[in-house]
Every structure is written in C-alpha cells, then in structure tokens.
C-alpha cells in the first residue's frame, strides 16, 4: 500500500523524500523491533506484545519499502520485485505444505536458487527485460 502510493501520489513521494529523518527512524525502530523480536523470548511469545512489536516492524518495513520505491519511480521494476517475492513466497509455502523434508538440510537450498531462477526468468520474459 506504501510502496503504490509512492509511485502513483506525486505529494507522497515529495514529502517521504523530503523529509528524510523519518527514513532514519524507521530504520533504528525496524531494526530494534528485529533485535526484540529474535533476541528477548519474554517479548516475542507474549500476547500482545508480540502483536505490537510486528506491526511496528512491519509498518516501519512498508514504509522504508515505499522510500526505495520512490527514489527508483519505475513501475516495472517494482511489479518485477513483487512478482518475484511472491512466487518465491508461494513456492516455499507449497514446499513446506506438501513435502516432509526438514528444512535444514541442503534441498531447500537447491530448491530455493531454482525457484528464483524460475520465477525471475518467467517475469523477465513477460516483461520484455533484457540482461546486460
């Protein structure tokens, strides 16, 4: 939602550019959430502290998402990001539903290289995008 609005909202994208020092906050507060969430337990399995300390990350996420899509303004470039981490995210789903094979071995690595490999040649064939 940030990252549309930064593309298609001239006023959106003037303000997040221009006021640059919410960038920086989002920044430290992502990356503070991040440190809660992984490093303190007592936080991240209490309800509803784990709640807040998620939406605040991810908030904090979107936006700093939105600020990289204004400065590149392309929206090819930005459907070919989407894409991609959506067909990742649907592959890795469909491969821990439908298969028993523990993640921490080296197949999922495999499977993970293909489907980038996969799902970024299929989104460069539709949009026309040329390497080098």
């Keep these: 939602m940030f990252a ?3 593309v298609t909202n001239d006023d959106y994208k003037e303000y997040i550019l221009n006021h640059k020092f919410l960038y920086y906050i989002c920044l430290v507060v992502s990356l503070l959430s ?9 936080i991240s399995r209490q309800f509803p502290y784990n709640y807040l300390v998620l939406l605040l990350f ?4 979107a936006y ?3 600020v990289v899509c204004a400065k590149i303004g392309h929206p ?3 459907f070919q990001a989407f894409a991609l981490t959506s067909g990742i ?9 439908f298969t028993k094979i523990d993640f921490t071995g080296i ?7 293909l489907s980038v490999l996969i799902f970024a040649g299929v989104i460069m064939l539709m949009t026309n ?3 080098g």
């Design 64 to 66: 700093l998402i939105s």
């Design 4 to 6: 549309y609005e930064a």
């Design 129 to 131: 995008c040329s390497v």
């Design 89 to 97: 995210f649907l592959s890795l789903t469909m491969y821990a539903m």
């Design 58 to 61: 991810t908030l904090c996420e």
């Design 107 to 113: 197949r999922i690595y495999l499977f993970l290289i």
């Design 76 to 78: 090819i470039i930005i």
């Design 34 to 42: 991040l440190i809660a969430i992984s490093c303190f337990r007592s």
